[in-house]
């Protein structure tokens, strides 16, 4: 009896994962289209005090004179 | 640019102006500081010392936002380092200061519970209570 297995060597049990991994990763790519829209950056736990923010309130002010463009 | 090109890509333009919600003026499409992001009302300033997209908004107002919060982060890490702060502690203490003088009105802000909110008027732009 022949074995079908035999006959596809390419179908072997490192091929299978590979390509089930590689129609993921094409499939992957589409996930991205319909991204919901989240800030990439916000910290819900500041725990400042008014003491620090005082402290800082000088060097802030400098750095918006110094990069204008970004602040 | 070849002709039909250039009408391919200006009716690409028309159509994204009238199916998009917001109304993406040539200005918002240049808008690349953070006053002018600001100013074309599709970002906005955060609690946290960062600028947020407000809604919708093209990739390319995305990719701006980004990139300016990426040069406000350093800028808050090297303050941080300094003063032997936290560099959360320098956002904060950066948005006191833009919702206390930057914020005009027509423009969106946001508080420490997340939802954006826009300047009407010329009332003052309420505060995070850490902000003196």
């Known amino acids: ?71 | 640019m070849k002709g039909p090109m250039k009408f391919f890509l200006a009716a690409a333009a028309a159509l994204t102006a009238v199916a998009g919600g917001a109304s993406y003026t040539a200005a918002a499409m240049q808008a690349r500081t953070a006053a002018e992001l600001r100013a074309s009302h599709l970002a906005g300033e955060q609690f946290d010392g960062y600028l947020g997209v407000v809604g919708e908004a093209p990739g390319d107002v995305r990719a701006r936002v980004n990139s300016i919060n990426i040069t406000r982060r350093a800028a808050y890490t090297d303050v941080a380092g300094r003063r032997r702060v936290k560099i959360e502690d320098v956002g904060a203490a950066m948005a006191c200061e833009i919702f206390a003088t930057s914020i005009l009105p027509g423009q969106y802000y946001m508080l420490p519970d997340g939802i954006w909110r826009q300047r009407l008027g010329q009332a003052p732009v309420p505060r995070p209570a850490y902000c003196v």
């Not at chain 1, 008014?50 to 918006?64: C, M, N, P």
């Open chain 1, 1 to 71: 009896m022949s074995d079908p297995m035999i006959k596809a060597p390419f179908m072997s049990s490192v091929a299978k994962p590979l390509i089930g991994l590689a129609l993921a990763a094409t499939l992957a790519g589409c996930i991205e289209l319909n991204a919901p829209d989240r800030p990439i950056e916000i910290n819900l736990n500041i725990a400042i005090s008014q003491e620090v923010v005082v402290r800082l309130a000088q060097d802030v002010r400098e750095l918006r004179e110094t990069n204008p463009g970004a602040f």
